[in-house]
């Protein structure tokens, strides 16, 4: 028998799934690649920073994705939020798995030497900021429960991942 889903106001909104939205631009920038080559980063230290940037990407998505299944709440994006986590690396920012991906994409830019892919970084950071990050919803629900630590001060690493100014569940 399959779980009851809750009801739709306590369901994020997210039409599709943040990793997707790198997958694009990554896939626009190597026909790019393919019609204009480029490159940017020659020799061993492509592979040396690549390493060292995979490595961070990777600790953000499984840092973020442990804390917030510690913390009982569900990191799949399609799913409601059963609370709010403001401890491990969420201490640094709103969405870190989101620049986890971000670093991968960028590591990938490296890994194949392209410069169009450089792109596919700030592309996807904007796409996750449009699509995700502005449609996701809380509800009254969640509102009523209290969501106090939002209205803390976020450090500087929370980049584009802001949450909307105009929600003041979401204040900063």
């Known amino acids: 028998m399959l779980p009851e889903l809750p009801p739709e106001e306590d369901r994020p909104g997210v039409p599709i799934?943040?990793?997707l939205l790198f997958v694009l631009p990554i896939l626009a920038s190597l026909a790019l690649e393919w019609f204009v080559p480029t490159s940017f980063v020659r020799g061993e230290f492509r592979w040396i920073l690549g390493a060292v940037i995979v490595v961070a990407g990777v600790a953000l998505n499984i840092g973020g994705f442990v804390t917030q299944k510690r913390a009982g709440t569900d990191p799949i994006p399609f799913n409601p939020t059963t609370r709010i986590v403001a401890h491990g690396v969420y201490r640094f920012s709103r969405n870190p798995m989101y620049l986890?991906?971000?670093?991968?994409t960028f590591?990938?830019?490296?890994l194949v030497d392209s410069a169009w892919m450089l792109l596919a970084v700030p592309i996807g950071l904007v796409f996750v900021d449009l699509i995700v990050i502005m449609r996701e919803t809380i509800s009254q629900a969640q509102v009523r429960r209290g969501i106090s630590q939002l209205?803390?001060?976020?450090?500087?690493?929370?980049?584009?991942?802001?949450?909307?100014?105009?929600?003041p569940a979401y204040r900063h």
């Open 100 to 104: 986890g991906f971000a670093l991968c």
């Open 17 to 19: 799934a943040p990793p």
């Open 107 to 110: 590591r990938l830019a490296i």
């Open 151 to 167: 209205q803390r001060p976020c450090p500087a690493l929370a980049l584009a991942f802001t949450a909307p100014t105009g929600d």
